[in-house]
Structure formats: structure tokens, C-alpha cells
């Protein structure tokens, strides 16, 4: 059974910077899409990054965030720099069996991921 299990949130600054983990059990890093997602109160969970052969962000994050993974670890990372206060969100971790080449774009669907973990809240105060 594949299983998802982040650490790494909690409260910074604005412009401070926190690593998100994401331990994976179940299924190697390796091979798969391994995704971060986010949802602020009241609003819709929204992509933030991924990795298939190579990393995708959305663009507000684009330059401040950096997706990684270490295969022998079967952990994600997920580095956030500069963050704002508009970062601040439940921060989701997100698995899909297989790999994606070409047009990355379908990785900002939720719908792609089959394996999801319980979140780790990420607060950022003015």
C-alpha cells in the first residue's frame, strides 16, 4: 500500500523560507510523478509543483520554489524560498504511478494523481 507522509510545515516570516518532506512507502519516487499541491481556507487546492523527468511549477512560484527528489531515500522535497504571505495554505503531496514526457501541463490536473498524503500546514505572517 502506498502511503505519503509530509513534514516540514509550520510558521515562517515573509521572505523566510521552509523544506517540505514528503516520505514515500510503497512505491519508489523513482519511475512516478511526484507532485506538491496547496489549499488555503475557502479555497480550491491548487497545483505548486511537480517532477517527472524533469520539474514543473506554477508560475507565482516559479524562482522561489524548487521540487527535488532522492531515490534512495524515497523522499520529496520541496524548497520554498522568498515565500509570502499568499503562500500560506495546507501543503499536499501528491503521487502518480508512471512518468509524464511532452507536454507537462496535465501535471497541474489533481485528477492525474492516484496517491495523495494528509497535508502539512505552511503559515507565512507580514
Known amino acids: 500500500q502506498v502511503q505519503l507522509v509530509e513534514s516540514g510545515g509550520g510558521l515562517v516570516q515573509a521572505g523566510g523560507s521552509l523544506r517540505l518532506s514528503c516520505a514515500v512507502s510503497?512505491?519508489?519516487?523513482?519511475?512516478?510523478?511526484m507532485g506538491w499541491f496547496r489549499q488555503a481556507p475557502g479555497k480550491d487546492r491548487e497545483f505548486v509543483a511537480a517532477?517527472?523527468?524533469?520539474?514543473y511549477y506554477r508560475d507565482s512560484v516559479k524562482g522561489r520554489f524548487t521540487i527535488s527528489r532522492d531515490n534512495a531515500k524515497y523522499t520529496v522535497y520541496l524548497q520554498m524560498n522568498s515565500l509570502k504571505p499568499e503562500d500560506s495554505a495546507v501543503y499536499y503531496c501528491?503521487?502518480?504511478?508512471?512518468?509524464?514526457?511532452?507536454?507537462?501541463?496535465?501535471?497541474?490536473?489533481?485528477?492525474?494523481?492516484?496517491?495523495w498524503g494528509q497535508g502539512t500546514q505552511v503559515t507565512v505572517s507580514t
Open positions: 501528491a503521487a502518480k504511478e508512471g512518468l509524464i514526457v511532452g507536454d507537462l501541463s496535465v501535471l497541474g490536473s489533481a485528477s492525474m494523481y492516484s496517491y
Open positions: 510503497g512505491r519508489p519516487v523513482s519511475g512516478n510523478v
Open positions: 517532477i517527472s523527468v524533469i520539474p
